[in-house]
């Protein structure tokens, strides 16, 4: 009972230690999607700025 006890342990350490590393790989994925998300949004106002003013102009 002891033995099947340590191994549960062992295995629910192992199975911690993978899904905090699967954490920490989701976490820079999402960091990195706001960045590009962030980057097209700016893109995007810029963009529509610009039309904006091309438009301002042909009035």
Request: charged share 30%; net charge negative.
């Amino acid at each position: 009972m002891i033995a099947q006890l340590i191994a549960r342990l062992e295995h629910e350490q192992a199975e911690n230690r993978r899904l905090s590393s699967l954490l920490t790989t989701r976490d820079a994925e999402l960091t990195l999607a706001k960045k590009r998300f962030e980057e097209l949004r700016h893109n995007a106002e810029a963009l529509a700025k610009s039309l904006d003013q091309n438009n301002d102009t042909l009035l």
